[in-house]
């Protein structure tokens, strides 16, 4: 069976990318059954041969309307699929949609009409708000890292930067790589507008990465490996918080001087 990815190195690479993630995702435990999402814009990697191709489903409403979106082109996880699946065989547990002109519309182009994530609605306006302020992030993801949740259900860590501070203090790299930290959305119900919202609201606090009150995370970034890699570096400084816990200490972390240090030296954005 031909695929939109045939002979398209680019757009397949990033393809590839999204089935790499999805590999880890449920590797670490953070996709279970159906859960967790990702969408990325492929639209830099559309040729007109692509734009030309005729649509496999009818319109499909989004339920709001994005300016910003007219005629990008998007890669999504299907709605109940697996990551595991995603991560072996991303076409067919994922799709390719186009926006259409009305901004308010999308219709699946390849390679099946697999229905895109409950949760496309959310994702797609988190990245109509990316491309109005001019940012490059062309990636999203949404999924469940297990003590990063766990923590968010103590409320003293859901202060804003409390649990930031908590996480970059563990170890250096998160500090340097998660440098904007990890902002806060109060437990809402799962795919509301409500929920959307929030997160863009906490993006727009510069954050690349927002925990959702006992639920997940979701990050935002230039390319899905480097989103994932974001969640990685918070969750490994969780982790490390939480055997200090079950030894029974409190670990010190690095003081405010120490990271204050660390910011300067690699020229961070906080």
């Known amino acids: 069976m031909s695929s939109i990815l045939d002979n398209r190195p680019a757009l397949a690479q990033e393809v590839e990318k999204v089935a790499e993630v999805a590999g880890y995702l449920w590797q670490k435990g953070w996709a ?115 003590e990063l949740v766990a923590m968010s259900h103590n409320p003293a860590y859901l202060e804003k930067d409390v649990l930031t501070k908590l996480l970059w203090s563990m170890i250096p790299e998160t500090k340097a790589f998660a440098p904007r930290g990890l902002g806060i959305v109060p437990y809402m119900l799962p795919s509301s507008k409500e929920l959307a919202d929030e997160t863009i609201k906490a993006i727009d606090d510069n954050y690349d990465v927002v925990m959702w009150e006992k639920h997940g995370v979701f990050a935002v970034e230039n390319d899905i490996i480097s989103a994932f890699d974001q969640v990685d570096v918070l969750n490994k400084s969780a982790n490390i918080y939480m055997c200090g816990r079950s030894m029974g200490f409190v670990p010190d972390g690095m003081s405010e001087e120490q990271m204050t240090e660390i910011s300067t030296v690699f020229k961070l954005p906080k």
């Open 32 to 146: 279970e059954r159906n859960g967790g999402n990702i969408t990325v814009n492929i639209t830099e990697h559309i040729d007109d041969a692509i734009r030309a191709m005729p649509a496999i489903t009818s319109p499909i409403a989004i339920g709001t309307t994005l300016p910003n979106l007219k005629g990008c082109y998007f890669f999504c996880k299907g709605t109940n699929k697996r990551m595991r699946d995603l991560a072996r065989r991303p076409m067919e547990n994922g799709s390719i949609i186009r926006i259409l002109d009305d901004c308010a519309n999308y219709e699946i182009i390849a390679d099946s009409p697999v229905m895109p994530t409950s949760e496309l609605p959310s994702h797609l306006a988190v990245h109509n708000y990316l491309i109005g302020k001019g940012s490059t992030y062309k990636a999203s993801l949404h999924t469940h890292p297990i």
